[in-house]
């Protein structure tokens, strides 16, 4: 009965941890209201901590340990910025994960024991929670990474969409500024909240809006902005050069998001083929085990 139950508890497991790396993907009408939200309001350091789970709190303790060993790093830092995830409690996270992994095989070790009587040894569990507490470590990382490319992708999308209405306003006679003010209040979402801030920060420090979307896209690790800010501040501020450069941008960002849809189309469809090729080794062997079967009785 307890080997029942302890093969039911490692199922479970391993079905929700499945569960958690490939989560199910969300559908197109929700993610079409997630890009038409409005900005939310950045909540405050008391409500945050009131969200953060226990097991984050109970890491808290180990972050030190986490930053010792040379995290976050450069690209990490810049996953955390674009997601708006605060950085101590992602590192408490990783550090809660890596205890997980520590403790866990000793615990099914010491069940083991209990119920089985089956003897492990040390050095089995030992290693088993150094590989686990490794390989959990990284976990939340991963899921940082897949959201961050989420984030970077809708960021690209709507600085492509404000590049076209820039370009157009330009066409109509307004200025650079006058134009980007227009284009920029269009858009929702949180890429459009980030790209007005940058230029309201450039109309109250009179400065150059391109340099402080440079600085953004640094921050948040998207390129195309530092690229769009390096070139434009070279081609000046007024006149149709700098409308030509925009419109070449757009195009190019264009031309770009084409190509990664029809890439991940592609890829999609060649990870169909091995299900295909499953289904039609399962349909041979159910027309050829019947014939298989009688010749191999007849004999």
């Known amino acids: ?63 030190p ?13 810049a996953d955390l910025a674009v997601c708006g995830t605060d950085e101590e409690q992602h590192l408490a996270g990783k550090a809660a994960c890596a205890m997980t992994g520590l403790v866990a095989p000793w615990a099914v070790v010491l069940l083991l024991r209990l119920g089985v009587d089956v003897a492990a040894g040390w050095w089995v569990p030992l290693a088993g929670s150094l590989a686990l507490a490794a390989a959990l470590f990284f976990v939340p990382d991963l899921d940082l990474g897949r959201r961050a490319e989420c984030r970077r992708r809708e960021m690209r999308h709507t600085l492509s969409l404000v590049l076209d209405l820039t370009v157009i306003a330009l066409a109509g006679g307004a200025g650079v500024q ?39 896209g640094r921050q948040l690790g998207v390129s195309d902005l530092v690229e769009l800010a390096s070139t434009l501040s070279l081609a000046g501020s007024e006149g149709a050069k700098i ?27 060649e990870r169909m083929s091995l299900p295909v090729m499953g289904l039609f080794a399962a349909f041979l062997l159910l027309i050829g085990y019947p014939a298989l079967a009688h010749v191999l009785s007849a004999t």
């Not at 450069?245 to 469809?269: I, W």
């Open 1 to 63: 009965m307890i080997v029942m139950v302890l093969g039911a508890l490692f199922g479970a497991g391993a079905a929700a941890l499945v569960y958690g790396l490939r989560p199910p993907r969300p559908a197109l009408a929700d993610v079409l209201a997630a890009l038409n939200t409005p900005v939310e309001l950045v909540s405050s350091p008391r409500q945050e901590a009131e969200k953060t789970e226990w097991a984050t709190r109970l890491g808290r303790r180990a972050v």
């Open 65 to 77: 340990l986490v930053r010792a060993l040379g995290f976050p790093t450069k690209s990490l830092c």
């Open 178 to 216: 006058q134009a980007l003010t227009q284009a920029i209040a269009a858009p929702q979402g949180w890429a459009a909240g980030a790209l007005r801030h940058a230029l309201h920060v450039a109309q109250l420090t009179r400065t150059s809006p391109w340099t402080h979307l440079g600085e953004l």
């Open 243 to 269: 409308r030509g450069s925009l419109g070449a941008k757009a195009r190019a960002m264009r031309r770009r998001r084409t190509s990664e849809a029809d890439g991940a189309a592609q890829a999609a469809t």
